[in-house]
């Protein structure tokens, strides 16, 4: 599975983007994918999760309620809606899939990574 993030750019606080994550392979629908971000200094952390039927999604505490995880697996995508959003949610945002969700969220040696892109809100 291959994987690869778009979407990022320049954006001032209060206003939106959104990431989107394209997979290949034939399994690609049959994992469990996740976002993530990495802020200069900072350690990467989990954002969302989804899993593979898209039934089920998760967030992490600094995003809930403004960001919003979502799949299409007909089109092998998985997109990330970011509203509302602040300075610091300045980040490279890399897309994961993996078979287990809960790895995804809680941490783990994850099965395939994107390449991630850039998001930068200004105040």
């Known amino acids: 599975v291959q994987l690869q993030a778009s979407g990022g750019g320049l954006v001032q606080a209060g206003g939106s983007l959104r990431l989107a994550c394209s997979a290949s392979?034939?399994?690609?629908?049959?994992?469990?994918m996740g976002w993530f971000r990495q802020a200069p200094g900072k350690e990467r952390e989990f954002v969302a999760a989804i899993n593979w039927s898209g039934s089920n999604t998760y967030y992490a505490d600094s995003v809930k309620g403004r960001f919003t995880i979502s799949r299409d697996n007909a089109k092998n995508t998985v997109d990330l809606q970011m509203n509302s959003l602040k300075p610091e949610d300045t980040a490279v945002y890399y897309c994961?899939?993996?078979?287990?969700?809960?790895?995804?969220?809680?941490?783990?040696?994850?099965?395939?990574w994107g390449k991630g892109t850039q998001v930068t809100v200004s105040s």
């Open positions: 392979g034939r399994t690609s629908s049959r994992y469990n």
């Open positions: 994961a899939a993996d078979g287990t969700v809960s790895r995804i969220m809680y941490g783990g040696v994850l099965d395939y």
